[in-house]
């Protein structure tokens, strides 16, 4: 029992001495400035957690280009709101909500079946939902939540497109998946034997787990798809800390103390989305890699594991039934 909390109090003190440190950095390198960017009529779009937060700003900058957005999220009202206020801003806006809870592999199979069948291209996946610190629990496939949701339902969406994505992008312009991590990758540890976190949980480890996890198989996807020819690339981007609801789960006196400071110091959502935004419709991540702060960045030399990326990748086809 000893061994056990002392693994989730070090867990903790990590991840939030991580977080005060990147909240430094953030404040002295200022806002990121989002680069002016071409249209994109006649380019499909998927944003998954679209309705709110960083996917809501990106799915609404992305229809402002032209694009045909598709929000992928798990909440009905809160998508046809989404929805609603964005054709309010903009009466020609090409952008609809599909349901899709990443909770639920028969979910994301739906979702990819039910977009398939719209027979339209897809131009760029944007893994940005999300879930962060949530108590311990299983999806309705028995995985760990934050492995689940953060890394393997999207793992299985990025699969069932790919077909898609290849038949998209060309010599000119590639296709492209960007997967929205965080800097806790660092802090994260991968255990192919126990990626549920049974032994031990601490729901600080598991967010760190699911985020490095995320840059594994973007590093990987990216990989596979120019040993083999294809015009997809992938990449990973951190937003920075962003006022969202994603602290919703933070212990109360936490909560009520992050609030506070993020109103001040924290991002907007339109700056988080800044990154994400540049990642997907910039020509510079047709190189794949890991971005934070408008800029490619330098991961753990764990991230580039050839062997850790295969690894995982083998074991999370074996999960899936791929």
């Known amino acids: 029992m000893c061994s056990v909390l002392w693994f989730q109090l070090l867990s903790l003190i990590k991840l939030y001495l991580l977080g005060f440190k990147v909240l430094v950095v953030q404040l002295l390198n200022g806002p990121v400035r989002l680069p002016e960017l071409p249209r994109q009529d006649g380019k499909v779009v998927i944003v998954t957690g679209g309705t709110k937060g960083i996917g809501y700003e990106v799915v609404r900058h992305m229809v402002s280009l032209g694009a045909h957005v598709i929000i992928g999220g798990r909440n009905e009202q809160e998508g046809i709101g989404a929805v609603r206020r964005i054709r309010e801003q903009c009466r020609e806006a090409k952008v609809e909500f599909r349901k899709l809870d990443l909770a639920s592999l028969e979910s994301v199979r739906l979702f990819a079946q039910r977009f398939k069948k719209q027979d339209l291209p897809l131009d760029v996946l944007i893994n940005n939902a999300g879930v962060m610190l949530v108590p311990g629990g299983r999806t309705d496939d028995g995985f760990e939540p934050h492995f689940g949701i953060n890394y393997l339902g999207h793992f299985l969406l990025t699969w069932l497109l790919l077909d898609k994505l290849k038949n998209s992008g060309n010599c000119g312009s590639n296709a492209r998946v960007v997967n929205v991590s965080s800097s806790a990758h660092s802090l994260g540890e991968i255990w192919l034997n126990d990626l549920n976190s049974c032994q031990c949980y601490s729901a600080h480890a598991a967010y760190c787990q699911s985020k490095l996890a995320q840059v594994l198989f973007s590093s990987h996807l990216h990989l596979e798809m120019q040993r083999g020819g294809f015009p997809v690339s992938s990449c990973a981007v951190d937003p920075g800390m962003v006022d969202t609801g994603l602290y919703s789960h933070l212990w109360t006196p936490l909560r009520l103390a992050q609030s506070v400071i993020a109103r001040l110091f924290f991002r907007s959502p ?39 990326q295969l690894s995982l990748w083998e074991v999370s086809l074996q999960l899936l039934g791929l």
């Open 270 to 308: 339109a700056e988080g989305a800044a990154t994400v935004l540049s990642a997907a419709l910039s020509p510079a991540t047709d190189g794949g890699g890991y971005w934070a702060n408008g800029h490619k960045q330098r991961t753990p030399p764990v991230t580039l594991d050839p062997k850790l």
